[in-house]
């Protein structure tokens, strides 16, 4: 997947889960304007690893962006070699 | 008690399966409408389910709560925080977070808590070969999530406590605060209880105890027939219900409605048996509650029975009726109004005592519904049959029976 069909993942998840606007999430936009909190962010995670088949580490750093939370799927996924 | 605060219900709210509100719910009750129907699941693993059972079809959690609320909650914590929050707004509070509620606080109960969400983690896991479950199962599943999603919307920082007493549940929840407002230690508290017990593994698990009533599409209606000669058993239900309960001043002082008086609370132990009900744990129980509330027997009009519609444990509850009420039984009205809401395990209680609430209010008590031919072993009381019974209600009764023994009986006394 690329990181437009990530984007597109977390856009869908927020719809779902927040019913947020889609046009909102932008790789600028601040995941706590999003309602993403702690506990979201856990799931958000989980919704990643099972779509991409990645393991998240437990020590990263907490994302404050929506594009510094698709930096460390990417990462992860380029380490997959996929 | 000499000196201590009265305690006021000045709010009601609950999730009922008719969909409608407290005023459409009660209207039915009188009127002896059945809300059981055959309830069948065939996304489970072997057999498919078909029971007559209770179920909330028309509650809508996101339209109720939003869904970013909805999404973190299990069902009976939906159940449980949409019926606070309608007793909220029935009581007339305002939903501010200015003003410092560190004296108000939340006492729910459930049986079971979040069983649908541990059930659909097996599934994943068990049947569907996934290694891992949703992060939220914890904060979903756990049994205090209703209560603390209850304090967190409704800013109330007192004790926020959840008991778990199988059928009793959420009558103890209600039953334990009266001491802490009588003493002054909180001042207004939401108590309740909720449940959403239709989940595979449970339903499996009360038909193998052979007590569930059986029934089809035309016959799951009568399905729960207490009292009755050809009494079957139980039904499951899924359902929630709050009040909202004061000091009586503080409720005068703010201008607000008051339903009743919740005058007087009893809670026994059977010590005796896990489901084997017994006459002297209920007949302690209801003596205590009476006796807690400054009342006698002589002005006890009506009893919400726990009635389940077992062959075991209707019998006992009348004889222990008879034993408290004496020569007066005959003239005490008895209903067991689960054969028209099902039994709601851990919500069972707070249900039961809206109605007992709403009797006192309206000065008219619910029926039996299907109460046809009383059996011989449940007679000596004045079963309230075919209509509901009008007249001078001064105090009542709502009793809570669970398994494990734990005798739980409620008292309230008429407002005016």
Known sequence: MTNQDNLAVLSAFLHKTQKIDPALVTPEALLEDLKVDSLLLLELLFEFEDRLGVSIPQDIERPKTVGDLLGIVEKLQAGKGT | MAGARRVAVTGLGLVNPFGGDLADFFGRMLRGESAIRLFTREDTVTRPLAVPAVRCTNFDADAELGRSLSYTMDRYSQLGTTAALSAWRDAGLPRTRD????????????????????????????????????????????????????????????????????????????????????????????????????????????????????????????????FSSDRQGLVLGEGAGAMILEDWDHAVRRGARIYAEFAGYGSTSDHDHLVRPNVDGQMRAMRMAIQDGGLTTDEIDYINAHGTATREGDPIEIAAIRGVFGSRSGAVAVSATKSMHGHMLGATGVIEAIITVMSLASQEAPPTAHLDEVDRDCTGVRHITGGSLRGSLRAALSNSFAFGGSNTVLAFRAAH
């Open chain 2, 99 to 226: 003003a410092p509620r560190n004296d108000w606080g939340v006492s729910w109960g459930t049986a079971l808590g979040g069983t649908l969400t541990f059930e659909s983690g097996y599934i994943e896991l068990l049947r569907n070969g996934r290694e891992r479950v949703s992060p939220l199962s914890v904060v979903l599943g756990m049994s205090n999530a209703a209560a603390s999603h209850i304090s967190i919307q409704l800013g109330l920082g007192a004790s926020s406590a959840t008991y778990t007493v199988a059928c009793a549940s959420s009558a103890v929840a209600i039953g334990e605060v009266l001491s802490k407002i009588r003493s002054g230690e909180v001042t207004l508290m939401v108590v309740g209880g909720s449940e959403a017990p239709l989940s595979y593994g449970v339903v499996r698990a009360w038909e193998a105890m052979r007590i569930l009533a059986g029934g089809d599409e035309t016959s799951a209606v009568r399905a729960c027939r207490p």
